[in-house]
């Protein structure tokens, strides 16, 4: 996964190589240059970001609150949190309201988009980027960074849903059938999980979400999945970068 986004990075500098680009969007270019695949995954820094929008739509809805926080060493930093409201520049849905509770008289004075993206990227650095699931947090901010900057973000993204249907996640074992019991196949309910959102596997692991729905809270909840997700690695004897990267990454990382 890393050789290909280098390979579309690299093409992606060539295009703009007779453009001057804004600080910030320069500096993005560069956020897969620090990455080593041999290195422990876990001595690297990860942004942990959520997002709350004013619907489900990535093609129209907007970002309404970005939530993130530092991850480094393993270790998430309470005192490095980013939490930010944003002015989607229109209405805000009533049934969006009832998920996140933001109403648009707490929205009317904070930055737009384009303003909330600098300040986000300002905070990202060139950190590896962690979401859950990462394709809708990413999708918006691609939207963003393409309208403001002309190409998608460049760091790596993982997807902490991918790594948890993929390391934590126990299979549904079928149990032997006995006389009496239905026909179809039997389950242990402990272990089913038809779904893998942030609450289902908070709730297994036994992490409690602080304002479930609210951009900081569900964030911190996806940092504390994180952990676990880095130790499981470590114990599989997998803790490099390039595992990390193979076992947490479904191609999120693209180029204009």
């Given at each position: 996964?890393?050789?290909?986004?280098?390979?579309?990075?690299?093409?992606?500098?060539?295009?703009?190589?007779?453009?001057?680009?804004?600080?910030?969007?320069?500096?993005?270019?560069?956020?897969?240059?620090?990455?080593?695949?041999?290195?422990?995954?876990?001595?690297?820094?990860?942004?942990?970001?959520?997002?709350?929008?004013?619907?489900?739509d990535t093609r129209k809805s907007s970002v309404v609150s970005i939530g993130a926080f530092k991850v480094i060493d393993g270790r998430i930093?309470?005192?490095?949190?980013?939490?930010?409201?944003?002015?989607?520049?229109?209405?805000?849905?009533?049934?969006?309201?009832?998920?996140?509770?933001?109403?648009?008289?707490?929205?009317?004075?904070?930055?737009?988009?384009?303003?909330?993206?600098?300040?986000?990227?300002?905070?990202?650095?060139?950190?590896?980027?962690?979401?859950?699931?990462?394709?809708?947090?990413?999708?918006?901010?691609?939207?963003?960074?393409?309208?403001?900057?002309?190409?998608?973000?460049?760091?790596?993204?993982?997807?902490?849903?991918?790594?948890?249907?993929?390391?934590?996640?126990?299979?549904?074992?079928?149990?032997?059938?006995?006389?009496?019991?239905?026909?179809?196949?039997?389950?242990?309910?402990?272990?089913?999980?038809?779904?893998?959102?942030?609450?289902?596997?908070?709730?297994?692991?036994?992490?409690?979400?602080?304002?479930?729905?609210?951009a900081t809270g569900d964030a911190l909840a996806t940092a504390m999945i994180l952990q676990r997700c880095l130790m499981k690695l470590k114990?599989?004897?997998?803790?490099?970068?390039?595992?990390?990267?193979?076992?947490?990454?479904?191609?999120?990382?693209?180029?204009?």
């Open positions: 996964m890393l050789l290909p986004a280098r390979f579309m990075n690299r093409l992606l500098r060539f295009k703009l190589r007779r453009r001057t680009l804004p600080p910030l969007a320069a500096a993005n270019l560069d956020a897969l240059d620090h990455l080593d695949i041999t290195r422990p995954a876990a001595s690297y820094t990860y942004t942990v970001v959520d997002l709350e929008t004013t619907g489900l930093h309470l005192g490095r949190m980013f939490d930010q409201l944003v002015n989607p520049g229109h209405t805000v849905v009533s049934e969006a309201i009832k998920v996140h509770g933001l109403v648009p008289s707490m929205l009317v004075s904070a930055p737009s988009g384009p303003e909330a993206l600098d300040r986000f990227l300002t905070f990202l650095g060139s950190d590896i980027m962690v979401a859950h699931p990462a394709w809708f947090d990413i999708a918006f901010l691609n939207r963003l960074m393409l309208a403001r900057y002309g190409f998608r973000l460049q760091n790596i993204v993982i997807d902490s849903r991918l790594l948890c249907e993929r390391l934590l996640l126990p299979h549904i074992l079928p149990l032997p059938r006995k006389p009496g019991l239905q026909e179809n196949r039997i389950t242990n309910p402990a272990r089913s999980f038809p779904t893998a959102n942030l609450e289902t596997i908070s709730q297994h692991l036994g992490i409690r979400i602080y304002r479930r729905h609210s114990q599989n004897g997998q803790e490099q970068l390039g595992d990390l990267i193979r076992v947490g990454t479904l191609g999120l990382m693209n180029t204009k």
